[in-house]
Each structure stands twice: as C-alpha cells, then as structure tokens.
C-alpha cells in the first residue's frame, strides 16, 4: 500500500501527503541513523527531483512538519510525477537505503 496520499484541498488546489514514522521504511531509515520525519521525506523529494525530474523544479512547494511531509500546489500533474518519484523511497527498502546513500554523497542534510 502507497502512504502517499494526494488530496484536493479546495477547487484547483492540491497537497500530497505522507504521514511520517507510518512508512514501510523508517526501520531501514532508523538504521542508516537518520529519522524519518517529514523534513527528512522532504529533504529527499527535493533531492530526488533535482537528480531525476529537474523539469518538476519550481512547480509546486514544499510545507512538511515533523508528523507529516506535504508538498502542495495547483498542478496536480507535478505532484502525481513527485508521487511516482517518492513511492519507491517510501515502499522498498533497498530504494530508500539508495536515497540517503546519494544524499550523503551529494552532501543533502536531511534535516536529522
């Protein structure tokens, strides 16, 4: 089951949505010493885009808190791509040690 959740707030607008600690890899998180909390989800969407889907950049904004990671915006096409982008992260583990091993090597401070 994908914890990404993407929701229309009001009419044209629209949040995709990940309560954090509620994933299939925050032990694998944990274990690499890093917590998975909504900056941390955050901190590699930014990271995951930028290396992935740089086209994404700019169209749609970032709002995570500890509990929960959000990213919001009126094009929901860009948060359906950002969804396909994070649900592998947020499902496999084997993908979410890959995450944080490129943002340890590119220097990402994943907000621990």
């Known amino acids: 089951m994908n914890p990404l959740r993407l929701i229309e707030t009001s009419p044209g607008k629209y949040s995709l949505l990940l309560n954090a600690g509620s994933t299939q890899v925050d032990t694998a998180v944990e274990s690499l010493g890093h917590e998975p909390h909504g900056y941390f989800w955050e901190a590699i969407a930014r990271l995951l885009v930028s290396v992935e889907?740089?086209?994404l950049g700019g169209r749609f904004s970032y709002?995570?808190?500890?509990?929960m990671f959000c990213a919001y915006g009126t094009d929901r096409g860009a948060?359906?791509?950002?969804?396909k982008l994070?649900?592998?992260?947020?499902?496999?583990?084997?993908?979410?040690?890959?995450?944080?091993?490129?943002?340890?090597?590119?220097?990402v401070d994943l907000d621990d």
């Open 53 to 55: 889907a740089p086209d």
């Open 63 to 67: 709002d995570p808190e500890a509990g």
């Open 79 to 83: 948060l359906e791509a950002l969804s």
């Open 86 to 107: 994070l649900t592998p992260v947020v499902t496999d583990v084997e993908q979410a040690r890959k995450a944080v091993a490129l943002a340890v090597a590119k220097g």
